[in-house]
């Protein structure tokens, strides 16, 4: 069955990076994309961008460029998600999701991280 | 960048009842939309894609319609599992993805 299972909770201090990682499993890969979106409490979810599995190719939101970097590594089917210069309001849940290459919908979630920005 | 707004916000409703949840783009999306069902601690669930299309296992009670820039959700007889906070998704521009605010669904 399609799983993507992400990383443990982190707390860290503002202006801090933080990593998270999404470890796939039962499905190919290489066939669809990796988005990351996360959700502060009581509010939706906000997109923050993709990559694609095969080129490695990103594409992020125009709030988070210049803050967040995307990579996967094919060979553990695993994709990972760095933010960096954090802020008291990045402390959200953020999660992985995948969508096929026509990027129609979100058909499969990671069980979430939560990062805490606090000093 | 395409806004997505849901009413209401949040609505009370009995087990039994028919509910309606409807969404509304800043400008046309054709039937690129999608919803979700969210429960608390979760990830949310796909519910229904390309406006209509009832995923696998998702009971029939469930149903959307819609397109261009106004959409529905409706749940035709409300059960206990049905309480839950309930999103919709553009996926007509790719840059950004953009969802709704959100109904929360409370007895």
Redesign the interface.
């Known amino acids: 069955q399609v799983q993507l299972v992400q990383s443990g909770a982190e707390v860290k201090k503002p202006g801090a990076s933080v990593k998270v990682s999404c470890e796939t499993s039962g499905y190919i890969f290489t066939d669809y994309y990796i988005?990351w979106l996360r959700q502060a409490p009581g509010h939706?979810?906000?997109?923050m961008g993709?990559i694609h599995p095969n080129s490695g190719a990103t594409?992020y939101?125009?709030k988070f460029q210049g803050r967040v970097t995307m990579t996967r590594d094919t060979s553990i089917t695993t994709a990972s998600m760095a933010l960096s210069r954090l802020r008291s309001d990045d402390t959200a849940m953020y999660?992985c999701?995948r969508s096929n290459l026509k990027?129609?919908?979100?058909?499969f979630?990671?069980?979430?991280t939560l990062v805490t920005v606090s000093s | 960048d395409i806004q997505m707004t849901q009413s209401p916000s949040s609505l009370s409703a009995s087990v039994g009842d028919r509910v309606t949840i409807t969404c509304r783009a800043s400008r046309s999306i054709s039937n690129y939309l999608n919803w979700y069902q969210q429960k608390p601690g979760k990830a949310p669930n796909l519910l229904i894609s390309g406006a209509s299309t009832l995923q696998s296992g998702v009971p029939s009670r469930f149903s959307g319609s819609g397109s261009g820039t106004d959409f529905t959700l409706t749940i035709s007889s409300l059960q206990p599992e049905d309480f839950a906070t309930y999103y919709c998704q553009q996926s007509y521009t790719t840059l950004p993805l953009s969802f709704g605010g959100g109904t929360k669904v409370e007895i």
């Not at chain 1, 990027?103 to 058909?107: A, L, N």
């Open positions: 988005h939706a979810p906000e997109w993709w594409n939101a125009q999660y999701a990027i129609s919908d979100f058909d979630w990671g069980q979430g």
